[in-house]
């Protein structure tokens, strides 16, 4: 059983910076990074697979944030830069055990989910 935990959220003005962590406990193949605000669905924004780091980002926040993971502390990072109101919502850390690399930012791919943490960007 994969268990996730995000640290880092918090408040920050547009064009400043936040980094998200997620410990993780288990085995994963693939790991992204996904938010929600209420009333929209869940938006995948970074996902990495681990085999061979290969990393996509949505159109959305691509040059401003970056996925990474550090696998001898077993840590999924997202280093967010440039933020903007709109990247306001809960972002959540998911895992998978396996992935396509087209579907890595689907939430279907993603079984394991951590409990979120909330990032607030004002204007």
């Known amino acids: 059983e994969v268990q996730l935990v995000e640290f880092g959220g918090g408040s920050v003005q547009a064009g400043g910076s936040l980094r998200l962590t997620c410990e993780v406990s288990?085995?994963?193949?693939?790991m992204a990074w996904f938010r929600q605000v209420p009333g929209r669905e869940r938006e995948g924004v970074a996902g990495?697979?681990?085999?061979?780091?290969?990393?996509l980002y949505a159109d959305s926040v691509k040059g401003r944030f970056l996925i990474s993971k550090d696998n001898s502390k077993n840590i999924l990072s997202l280093q967010m830069d440039i933020l903007r109101p709109e990247d306001t919502a809960m972002y959540y850390c998911?895992?998978?055990?396996?992935?396509?690399?087209?579907?890595?930012?689907?939430?279907?791919?993603?079984?394991?989910w951590g409990q979120g943490t909330q990032v607030n960007v004002s204007s």
């Open positions: 288990g085995e994963t193949y693939c």
């Open positions: 998911a895992a998978a055990d396996w992935c396509r690399a087209s579907e890595m930012l689907f939430q279907k791919t993603y079984p394991y």
């Open positions: 990495i697979r681990e085999r061979d780091r290969l990393a």
